[in-house]
Structures are given as C-alpha cells and as structure tokens.
C-alpha cells in the first residue's frame, strides 16, 4: 500500500523543530509528528487525515532517556521492557509495555507515540473503499458520528497501554512548542473527543514523562483485555497502584483504558482506609462497575468488556494487597 | 481535513520531489532517487531488488516483511526509508552473506526440521528469529514463540518453526565453542 504524497522533515535538535513548526504554521501547512510510525503510517495508507507535510522525530537527540523519574518520549517501548531499574521499581508498567502489540512494533513504537495513539473505532480504522462504502464519519471526511449518532464528538476508543499507569503515578507530561515548554499533569492531558484528544496544541510535541519519586510508593499491576495474546489493542486494559498500611489501604490509584474515548482515573472510588481483603476487593469491583461505559466500536460486546473491567480491578486488588 | 487522497494506495510509487537517498543494507551502500514518503520495504524491493523481504498485510501485523535496522527485527512496511539513512540494514539475502555464501545456521535448521511449506513468511521469521539468538543464545521454547509473536505463518502450525529456532540456537552454540568461523 503506497503512503500518500507529503514533504519529509528531519529536525535533529529541540530548537530546529520549533523553527520548522513555526515556518510551517506560518505559510499555513497542516502537519503531523512521526516517532516510531506503528500508528501514524497504517493511518496515512488508509487515507485516515493525512497531512501533506510530515515532521519525523527520529533524529531529535535527547529524547530516549529512560529513568524512574523521567522518560524520553522517544524512548523505544521494548527499551522499557528491558529496562531492570524501572522493572524493580514499576513493575506495572513495564508489564504493560510488554503486553503493547508484538515484539516487532515494539521494536518501533515510542513511548510517546503510545500516550499520543489516535483512537479506534470500527468505522474509522478501515480502507478509504470500506469507509466509502459505509459512509464516512466524524472522525475523517464524514459530519456525524456512527457510534452515537450526533455530530459534536467523536467516541472512538482511546487504546494505548501506558497511558493508565502514567495516571496511577500521577506522572506530567513536558511539551515543547514554537511558544516555549510548559507541564501538564497526566490526569489533566486527555480530552472527552476522540478527535481533539488532549490538550496538547498540534504544534506542540510531547518531550518528557515526568514521575513523581512518592509514586515509587505503590505497587503497580496492569491487566489487559485484547482478541488475541499478541499484537492487538487493549478492548479494555486495568492499572492499578496501591499502597497499604498496617492491613488498610492507605493509597489506591485506579485508571482504564480501552473503555471510552480517553484513559480515565478514578482514584481510590472512596475506598481510602478500608481494611484489604476480599470484602473491600468486591466493593471496588462493584464501584467501578457503576463507572465504567463502553461503547460498541472495538472487538467483544461492550457488556463483556466492562464485565472484564470488575473482574480486572479485585484480581488486581488482591494481587497487589 | 488537509487530505491528499489524490495519490493512488496501490500502483507505481509517486515519482514528484524526488531525493537521493543513500541506505546502507547488508554491508553495502545503496543509492537511489525516492518520494519522501517511501517506504523501507518498497525501496529494498523495488529499488535494491532485495525481493527477499515480502509484503504482507503492509500494516504490520504479520512480520513477513521483517528486516534487522541496527540488529531490532521491525516491519518495513511501517519504516520511512528516509529514517533509515544513518542505519544498519539487514534483509534475507544478508544472512548468507555472514556465511560466505553458504546457508545461515538458522536457514539450514529451517531446512531441516520443515519450517517453511510455501516459504512466503520465511524471511520474517529468520531475521526476528536472528534478533532473537543474538539476544538470548539459548531461549526455552516459550521464549522463542513469545518472540514469534509477531509473525503469522498459515501453512505450519508454528511448531516446525519452533523446532527450527531451537536447532538452529543448538547448532551456533555448538559451532562457537567447536570454533567453526
């Protein structure tokens, strides 16, 4: 399948590329970012909103570091697999890395490019013949959605692994743009619009995952739903940290994934000092249930998917108790 | 919507603002005029004539198209080959150049224990399972499917090519202390 036709950008330092960014808003171009290209290119061959200049990140020095309290949004997803100081310290998360598509895309794909995943939806990730076929819908060439019929926002599926954990450690996220650097906590980032998505503006790259040395407190886990074991989308992923006191819980983070168009926190669903124990794990069970909504555009009926969501959350609980 | 769905998604590559591009694969230097948005696989493909490197699903999910950048196994159906120019490419036709020409330890175990049946996912599978030895010299069979993983094969059911792997990681282990060059 050929790429459509678009002007390659190659930036090597942090400075270049807000040149570029700047000169390009400037004569009015539409742009994307390209880091490992595992989400992007597939779009592009499908005519999913390609833009016809394209800046690719693969030569800005400086971003692939990797350390407990900061990550490279450059920083390759099979590096955190591999990664022993982050694997001690947490364990969820590099489990949730080693669950990120297969061991060839991980290869490719960027931490980054995981946070920053478009979002899927059955009538979105398909050819153009398909999509034209069926008629095309909010998300790309189309004026209304055909998930939830109504023509403001988008309810495709937000499906990236990491993203949960980065807002059970209440990690910030570092953006550089034309206009400077600021930090948005994780819990902050993502939007309720599977076409807006978060608050990062299109001229702003995702630099840095900041994390908070008090997170090293919790013990992380991550569990995830997908068709098969190996290269799908989470349909609907767990993370959880936890932290318990003499029998109690003294901090419980719960976030999903694969449920509705944006990762979603829901802290401790008013569990904070209940004793641990089976009792405590089937009323988180039952809280989040209460919560969670799924909608029917991925894999499995939404009913099975949230279902999935309470079994997740007690083995979770138990687990980490 | 800033589309550019004028470019057709199959047919020949679009030929307007043509570079050079300069790859280095299997230890020699290519050179060919490209469109910034090639890919990785249809330059080595059609430029290089390295037609060892299939196409697949071109989404990569099926591995068929694997090659080592910097000795990592990833699809190149999914890599700019503009990204590729300070890298180290290896296709198929590079493992017999390791050997002087003779077959890869890895293609004679896949000879012997049956590993290919149409052979069209063979490729992928030899150089993800080449990153994968060069890792880890003795992986348990669970590692070697878990490393696999990315690969789909329709003809075999998988286990020939599992015995493929482990033979292949016996024989090199055996080679390099026997001290076979």
Known sequence: MRLPEFQLHHPTNLEDLKDLTRKLQASGDCFDFIAGGTDVLPNYKNRLNPKTQVISLSKVQGLDRISPTCLGAMARVRDLVDHEDLARVFPGLVEAASLVASPILRNLATVGGNLLLDTRCYYFNQSEFWRASKGYCLKADGDACLVVPQKEICYATYSGDLAPLFLVLDAEFELHGPKGIRKVPAREFYQFDGIRRFVKNPDEILAFIHIPESAQNLRTGYRKLRARDTIEYPVMGVAMGLMTKKGKIEQLEIALTGSEAVPLWYGDLGFGGEPVGEDTAEGIQKALLERVKTYKNVPFPPGYRRSMAGEFVKELFLKLA | ?181
């Open chain 2, 1 to 181: 919507m800033n589309g550019t769905k004028s470019s057709a998604v199959h047919g020949p590559q679009a030929t307007s603002g043509l570079r050079i591009l300069t790859l280095r694969v299997n230890g020699s230097v290519y050179r060919c005029a490209a469109a910034p948005q090639a890919l990785l696989l249809d330059i080595l493909r059609e430029e290089f004539r390295l037609v060892g490197t299939k196409r697949g699903c071109d989404m990569g999910t099926c591995g068929c198209c694997n090659v080592l950048i910097d000795g990592k196994a990833v699809p190149s159906c999914l890599v700019l080959a503009f990204d590729c120019e300070d890298k180290e490419i290896q296709t198929v036709e590079g493992l017999s150049l390791e050997e002087d020409g003779h077959l890869h330890p890895l293609q004679e175990a896949w000879a012997h224990s049956g590993g290919s049946q149409c052979g069209f996912c063979t490729p992928g599978f030899l150089m993800t399972s080449k990153e994968l030895l060069a890792c880890n010299p003795n992986p348990s069979r669970e590692e070697i499917e878990r490393a696999l993983s990315g690969n789909v094969c329709r003809c075999t059911g998988y286990q020939k090519i599992v015995d493929a792997v482990s033979l292949a990681a016996k024989n090199m282990r055996e080679w390099k202390e026997g001290g076979k060059q």
